[in-house]
């Protein structure tokens, strides 16, 4: 009876060592998904769709190297607009989207590889501008420009804000510019390199309102091993001080 029992016990925790080290398929293919968001992602032509070597920026320099380290296959595609491939990420096995801001919301909906790298989140104005804030409250009362489905224009939606979206983020300093917009929600970096890419300079920081950091999202049903691999290596790398390097490159 007892040996039967033993033998039981230890065929369970043969298993669960098997399931604790688990192989990664080597046939496994991931389809990574990424917008133009400069200098985290973007199109090496500029256009709103690039494949595979067409690529660059921050993120994809890092997402690329992981790959490599873990021995992974994907498929890497720049597509627009960004709704679109978030919900492909969202709902398709083996798809992934980068990068894109960890919030409590959106917890559940994914598993999580990162952090890439900061978005601070700001509110800019032009430089001649008098608009002087110290909270989001004292800026309802101006026309505020921001990037349709992107995390920054729920935020202000959900604090009582009606930003004015546009399809492309780099739309919004062309319109503060014109003066069709009072303020442009925006990330830090991303939005004063894409307003140098417009060849606007002197907009000014008004108020920095919150701050994110961005990851790697994937599907719940990229197997969890994936994940974990990709998450270890991207430790290494930002302990050889990889990331940083790659950071200071662009920045």
């Known amino acids: 009876m007892f040996k039967r029992l033993w033998l039981a016990l230890a065929g369970t925790l043969v298993l669960m060592a098997g399931a604790a080290h688990a192989e990664i398929d080597p046939d496994y ?22 494949q595979e070597d067409n690529l660059d920026g921050i993120a994809v320099d890092i997402v690329r190297e992981m790959f490599r380290r873990t021995g ?13 491939i978030y919900k492909l990420a969202l ?3 083996g798809y992934g989207v980068f990068v894109t801001a960890r919030l409590p919301e959106r917890e559940a909906l994914f598993k999580w590889v990162g952090p890439i790298g900061p978005d601070d989140w700001v509110l800019l104005a032009r430089g001649d501008s008098p ?22 224009a729920q935020h202000l939606e959900e604090r009582g804000l009606q930003p004015i979206t546009a399809l492309r983020d780099q739309m919004n300093a062309e319109k503060l510019v014109a003066g069709k917009i009072d303020l442009w ?3 830090d970096p991303a939005g004063r390199y894409l307003a140098k890419q417009s060849g606007i300079s002197g907009l000014k ?6 701050s994110a950091q961005l990851y790697l999202a994937l599907n719940k ?3 969890d091993e994936v ?14 001080g990889f990331v940083d390097d790659i950071l200071n490159s662009y920045l």
Not at 205 to 210: A, I, K, N, Q, S
């Open 227 to 240: 994940v974990e691999k990709l998450q270890s290596e991207l430790d290494k790398m930002r302990d050889e």
């Open 205 to 210: 920081t008004v108020l920095r309102f919150d």
């Open 185 to 187: 929600a925006t990330g």
């Open 221 to 223: 049903e990229v197997p």
């Open 72 to 84: 992974i296959e994907y498929n890497l595609t720049l597509r627009f607009p960004w709704d679109r």
């Open 91 to 93: 709902e398709k096995p």
């Open 131 to 152: 608009i002087s804030l110290s909270s989001l409250e004292e800026a309802k009362q101006y026309k505020i420009g921001a990037y349709k489905g992107d995390a920054i």
């Open 29 to 50: 293919r991931m389809v990574l998904l990424t917008e133009n968001f400069p200098p985290y992602n973007m199109a090496i032509n500029g256009k709103n769709f690039a």
